[in-house]
């Protein structure tokens, strides 16, 4: 199983970044799966979820500026980041989880820096 981000870099404050994950060795429409991220000296925290059925849920922090969607047909799922803050910088992980069974996936994770 390998879950493989892209898409993180430097972004100055209000910019937009979006970052993807792409997923193989795993079914993957039936995963819900998730961004987090880690600030140094951070616990990890989740930003979003979307499910198999596409519903989706943000944290507080980011609803309206964040939007997360998956494509099943490329196994990957997306994080489309809008009005970025410099507290939204972090190292961004993506999660494949199915529901129910305790399997949990992670990728490497990708560096998001907001900074002028």
């Known amino acids: 199983v390998q879950l493989v981000e892209s898409g993180g870099g430097l972004v100055q404050p209000g910019g937009s970044l979006r970052v993807s994950c792409a997923a193989s060795?795993?079914?993957?429409?039936?995963?819900?799966m998730g961004w987090y991220r880690q600030a140094p000296g951070k616990e990890r925290e989740l930003v979003a979820t979307i499910t198999r059925a596409e519903s989706t849920n943000y944290v507080d922090s980011v609803k309206g500026r964040f939007a997360i969607s998956r494509d099943n047909a490329r196994n990957t799922v997306y994080l489309q980041m809008n009005s970025l803050k410099p507290e939204d910088t972090a190292v961004y992980y993506c999660?494949?989880?199915?529901?129910?069974?305790?399997?949990?996936?992670w990728g490497q994770g990708t560096q998001v820096t907001v900074s002028s």
């Open positions: 999660n494949a989880n199915l529901y129910g069974s305790g399997i949990n996936y």
């Open positions: 060795g795993i079914t993957f429409s039936i995963y819900t």
